[in-house]
T-cell receptor, first 116, second 114 residues
Framework: EPEVTQTPSHQVTQMGQEVILRCVPI?????FYWYRQILGQKVEFLVS????????KSEIFDDQFSVERPDGSNFTLKIRSTKLEDSAMYFC??????????????FGPGTRLTVL | KQEVTQIPAALSVPEGENLVLNCSFT??????LQWFRQDPGKGLTSLLL?????REQTSGRLNASLDKSSGRSTLYIAASQPGDSATYLC?????????????FGKGITLSVRP
């Protein structure tokens, strides 16, 4: 069964460093999302992406964050200068357009980001 | 602003018991609602999706119902097993766009005792 994949599974970085989290969405999906979950907290929406542009973003998604679909398969989240409070599990998700799927979002296994 | 609440935060039941997990949301203008399972340190597995026009969905021992007007959904698990132990999250998508964001509850951590 097709699935969303994410790499790396765990990333450790120093405060102030740039990180890029990578995702490969399900191949025929058109809508892509990033969410994060701080330990013990709710899963929070960061950004959605469609047709090579951001369609929606939250207050969390400030100028330090950016997303890109550099080729036909990858979807990346870049954090320009990491802060301690960016430590969280980051989930990528994708959905198809309409039809019987009702735009169900499928999630990847997550990347655990630890900022020291 | 949509708020999703799941109470209680944790639940422990003996194996074989039928159980109901509750989810409530403040804004009834939703497009759909998804129930997810999350194992410790792992990703989110979609269990069931209910469109706003539907009343319930079933998959195996799981049944999810939706009462949009009262802002409630329940996930019914029949004949619980130790392998059902996990955190169960509900999430709603607002009506402004079919591909708009999901808003999550904090989840209910279920422990099924052998």
């Amino acid at each position: 069964e097709p699935e969303v994949t994410q790499t790396p599974s765990h990333q450790v970085t120093q405060m102030g460093q740039e990180v890029i989290l990578r995702c490969v969405p399900i191949s025929n999906h058109l809508y892509f999302y990033w969410y994060r979950q701080i330990l013990g907290q709710k899963v929070e929406f960061l950004v959605s992406f469609y047709n090579n542009e951001i369609s929606e973003k939250s207050e969390i998604f400030d100028d330090q964050f950016s997303v890109e679909r550099p080729d036909g398969s990858n979807f990346t989240l870049k954090i320009r200068s990491t802060k301690l409070e960016d430590s969280a599990m980051y989930f990528c998700a994708s959905s198809a357009q309409g039809g019987s799927s009702y735009n169900e979002q499928f999630f990847g296994p997550g990347t655990r980001l630890t900022v020291l | 602003k949509q708020e999703v609440t799941q109470i209680p935060a944790a639940l422990s039941v003996p194996e074989g018991e039928n159980l109901v997990l509750n989810c409530s949301f403040t804004d009834s203008a939703i497009y759909n609602l998804q129930w997810f399972r999350q194992d410790p340190g792992k990703g989110l597995t979609s269990l069931l999706l209910i469109q706003s026009s539907q009343r319930e969905q079933t998959s195996g021992r799981l049944n999810a119902s939706l009462d949009k007007s009262s802002g409630r959904s329940t996930l019914y698990i029949a004949a619980s097993q130790p392998g059902d132990s996990a955190t169960y999250l509900c999430a709603v998508r607002k009506f402004t766009g079919a591909n708009s964001k999901l808003t999550f509850g904090k989840g209910i951590t279920l422990s099924v005792r052998p």
